[in-house]
């Protein structure tokens, strides 16, 4: 490595996704673009998705409801078309992923499937401090069964002075913990660390002592690659506005691991999961759609849909093999960069490769809010989490490496660590 624009110009020029940034819009402030490493929160806009709005308004406009039926994409099947590119990208069978609702809402419908706690059997192991929602799942599911969420939560976190969690303290614990508990939840890639969980080893545990395994993928879909079927997970979901771009709020999705397809589960159901093939004889008794499609409740958005095909057409393309070999190098220059400055600040997502995606969460000792609004004036587009935490994600699809140069350079030239 080099520390130089010319290297980083070097490694863009041969760099085989180059030409994938032109696929998107890149948010600019005063006629000049942002340099936009936020990808982890709001993925950028591909210059598609308006073409596909335009697509379906026209529809609406011309046929208002025989666009369910008629044309080349009915809507009927418009979740139909993004099954293929979304199990390849999750590593899933076309037949065990769907996408509807949005996330939340979609982990409640998980958890009522796969949430069934017994007299001996009733407690969930999740780590410590996830995601906010998912915990808030977590415990209203757990109130509803008349369980008290304090008894029945099983939270494993990191040692002390640890900033991320060891692969083996949570097998110890489904071990430890192996007759008491009715589930594993967690994330498989955690929101604050960046900390890539080895959810093969966490389901093989799960499953050599009979208990479901389900991820939320929200920071790991589309960002690192993913082996759903082939690691026996039971189910999981994610959001799609992150790494996927599919715009704000945009469709959520979940997996199904095939050997449940059969089972019959218990599920909170609606009318757009009956069996396609007789949906609208409306009678009564609900007969699901075999595999993930069986989970869908309500009528899709179809044009929240339509921008999520658009979106989920580039991340196939590119591949997610050829995406993580990028963003294993764009991630590694952003370390390296910030670690040639010998400013005061400790990046706590893990440094071994195989353990983070595109995330560097760094934490800043001193003035860290006054560094990150330093970043956020010279046109750098990262996050901040209270109380000293700058989240930068530099994303293999639309992020350069003379952009994490520029960001190299603009922190170790901040005055902000010192004063
Ligand atoms: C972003 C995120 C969510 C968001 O949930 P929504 O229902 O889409 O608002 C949930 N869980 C995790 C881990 C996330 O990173």
Known sequence: MENSLEFAQQLDRADPLRSFRERFYIPERGGKPLIYFCGNSLGLQPKTARQALDQELEVWQQQGVEGWFEGEKPWLSIHQR??????????????????????TVNLHLLLTSFYQPTQNRSRILTIGGDFPSDQYALESHIRTRGLNPDETLLEVFPRPHEPTW???DILAAIEQHRDSLALVLMSGLHYYTGQVFDMAAIARKAREVGIPVGFDLAHAVGNIPLKLHDWEVDFAFWCSYKYLNSGPGGVSGLFIHEKHHAENRPRLAGWWGYDEARRFEMTKGFVPMPGADGWQLST????????????????????MDALRRKSELLTGFLEWTLQQSGLPLTIITPANPAERGCQLSILIERNGKTVFSDLTEKGIIGDWREPDCIRLAPTPLYNTFEEVWRVGQVISGSERFTS
């Open 166 to 168: 060891r692969t083996d």
């Open 82 to 103: 993004c099954k293929k590119p979304l199990a390849q990208i999750v590593g899933a069978h076309p037949s065990e992923v769907c996408p509807m609702n949005n996330l």
């Open 300 to 319: 899709p958005s179809v044009l929240a849909m339509a921008v999520h095909e658009a979106a989920l057409a580039i991340t196939a393309e590119a591949g």
